[in-house]
């Protein structure tokens, strides 16, 4: 996900001024993640950072950074509007926004709220989101998507394979936590996330399950680093794992800001990926 989010703040064409082209990112069920504040500090440029949640959850994520000076020195140069009895923030840069994914209303209203612009390139994440959707829904947030921006991709993350043994027991697993997985049987295969895209409106979708990530698309020097802090050996149980989780993506893009958006086949292309043994 971090590594598509570069992606995107790196793409673009110049405008006429020759200055960055402003961007906007949207981030559905975005929870408690900080990555508006990772990127402050990196000094990467963002026009407009709108994160959407149920109310509960803003409320809490509102009141914690209205508490906190460090955080809310980062939201513009301008004052930024707080109110942590309603869950909302909108800043010159970033918005904390309520609404439900369900009530379609919400989501305009938060649009029109954060100031977005339908006409800048846009980048819309949901981790572990539309998943806990039924499949209606899901589908309508697609389809809002994809006629709201001229110019956008839409990432996902979330889960795959729910009919063999590991994807049963996933399953059950998160209903006994009352999390039901809504949306799993709907989009239970990569080539189905991609056709969900690609029915509601976008141009080209992509799905790669995640030990393809590991294996074809992250910095091989930078894997191998990673490999050696600790002595790790459990890698059929990581392998199967990694095989029921994805991140699909879904591109609408007329004027080349996304072309070299998205995963390549070139990095890791002669690695061979372990076998992922059946799950008994």
Known sequence: MRMLLKQFLDSGIPNGSGLPQKKQI???GAGFDTTFFQLVVEEQSVHKFVEVDFAEVTKKKTMLIATKEVLVSKLGPT???IDPGKGEIVSEHYSLLPCDLRDLKTLDDAFTKAQLDAKLPTLILAECVLIYLEPTVSRQVVKWCA???ETAAF????????????GQQMLRNLESRGCPLLGLHDTPTLESKERRFTDLGWQRALAMDMDAIYHQQLDPIDRGRIERLEIFDEFEEWNIMQAHYCVAYGVKDDTGVFENFGFSDRKGANIEKPAIPPMM
């Open 155 to 166: 990432v996902t993350y979330e889960q795959i394979h729910p009919d063999d043994a590991f």
């Open 147 to 149: 006629e709201k921006f």
């Open 79 to 81: 004052k930024p509007e």
């Open 26 to 28: 949207l981030s559905l």
